[in-house]
Antibody, heavy 119, light 110 residues
Framework: QVQLQESGPGLVKPSETLSLTCSIS????????WYWIRQSAGKGLEWIGR???????HYNPSLKSRVTISVDASKNQVSLRLTSVTAADTAVYYC?????????????WGQGTQVTVSS | QSALTQPASVSGSPGQSITISCTGT?????????VSWYQQHPDKAPKLMIY???NRPSGVPDRFSGSKSGNTASLTISGLQAEDDADYYC??????????FGGGTKLTVL
């Protein structure tokens, strides 16, 4: 049974870089699509981006200039890096895995981690 | 890319059926059969309920069904139960290889 656990600083200052890690247990990293998705308080879900184990990445056009998703197979981790953050980046951040092989559905989700952008 | 359009809220009584719509464009919902539906209870992570328009992951009750016509996808829940009270989100693959979510629908079981 795959388990995903997000971790990272809960508080980030404006203009700094947000870095989160998703630790995976119960499965290989390289054979799946990995997502980062966020949700602001009381708001809907926002897709941040997708990374495929072979190295292919796609990002939300509205965030593309600031976001990087990467994978460290040796550590079984997927990472998110978001630069130049503002209060609008305050949200619960989820990592998720797609087992369906298309890159269109998040099957397994982590519990999410709250990130607040504030000075 | 603009969010897919969902009704803000729907409601129904136990045992009834409800349908939630999800409207997109020719660049997302209408382009592929890659529409998914997620259920989210308060303070919980979303759960995949439907993928590829009408397929249910293992463990999802067959009370949940999905369909699509043109640029609009739909989630139908029949035989409503109290535990179905939650937020529901649709998502779609897009022609630029991204994903996009709907704004979410709050389902209230009366």
């Amino acid at each position: 049974q795959v388990q995903l656990q997000e971790s990272g600083p809960g508080l980030v200052k404006p203009s700094e870089t947000l870095s989160l890690t998703c630790s995976i247990s119960g499965g290989s990293i390289s054979a799946f699509y990995w997502y980062w998705i966020r949700q602001s308080a009381g708001k809907g879900l926002e897709w941040i981006g997708r990374f495929y184990g072979s190295g292919s990445a796609h990002y939300n056009p509205s965030l593309k200039s600031r976001v990087t998703i990467s994978v460290d197979a040796s550590k079984n981790q997927v990472s998110l890096r978001l630069t130049s953050v503002t209060a609008a980046d305050t949200a619960v951040y989820y990592c998720a895995r797609d087992d369906l092989g298309v890159g269109a559905s998040a099957v397994y989700w982590g519990q999410g981690t709250q990130v607040t952008v504030s000075s | 890319q603009s969010a897919l359009t969902q009704p803000a809220s729907v409601s129904g009584s136990p045992g009834q059926s409800i349908t939630i719509s999800c409207t997109g464009t020719n660049s997302d919902v209408g382009a592929y059969n890659y529409v998914s539906w997620y259920q989210q209870h308060p303070d919980k992570a979303p759960k995949l309920m439907i993928y590829e328009v009408s397929n249910r992951p293992s463990g999802v009750p067959d009370r949940f069904s999905g369909s699509k016509s043109g640029n609009t996808a739909s989630l139908t829940i029949s035989g409503l139960q109290a535990e179905d009270d939650a937020d529901y989100y649709c998502s779609s693959y897009t022609t630029i290889s991204t994903m996009i979510f709907g704004g979410g629908t709050k389902l209230t079981v009366l």
